[in-house]
């Protein structure tokens, strides 16, 4: 079992920006693909964004394309998740997750598609 811990969220005004950072731990076998996913008071989890094991191809959800950044250190089993020009509806509970090994790209936007989580952090953009 793989453990992931979240941190670096807080709170910011509009505009704004957080780093968020997501280490791993625990029984890392393999070097597993990666996304971000985030969810808000009384709404499903959303997927955000996604990084390759290599780190080499990213994708993201539309509504965050352009402002956000993830990124991986596989040295120091950390991914990472900038977060610019933060809007009052980024406010969200915001999720690491590691893949199931193997799966393919385009499952990577579902839930399904991991197996470790993190226990979140928040992140809440006033207006």
């Known amino acids: 079992q793989v453990q992931l811990v979240e941190s670096g969220g807080g709170l910011v005004q509009a505009g704004g920006s957080l780093r968020l950072a997501c280490a791993a731990s625990?029984?890392?076998?393999?070097?597993?693909?990666m996304g971000w996913f985030r969810q808000a008071p009384g709404k499903e989890r959303e997927f955000v964004a996604t990084i390759k094991r290599s780190g080499d191809s990213t994708y993201y959800a539309d509504s965050v394309k352009g402002r956000f950044t993830i990124s991986r250190d596989n040295a120091k089993n950390t991914v990472y998740l900038q977060m610019n020009s933060l809007k009052p509806e980024d406010t969200a509970v915001y999720y690491c997750?590691?893949?199931?090994?193997?799966?393919?790209?385009?499952?990577?936007?579902?839930?399904?598609?991991?197996?470790?989580w993190g226990q979140g952090t928040q992140v809440t953009v006033s207006s």
């Open positions: 625990g029984n890392i076998f393999s070097i597993n693909d």
């Open positions: 997750a590691r893949a199931r090994r193997y799966t393919s790209s385009v499952y990577l936007t579902a839930l399904r598609a991991y197996e470790d």
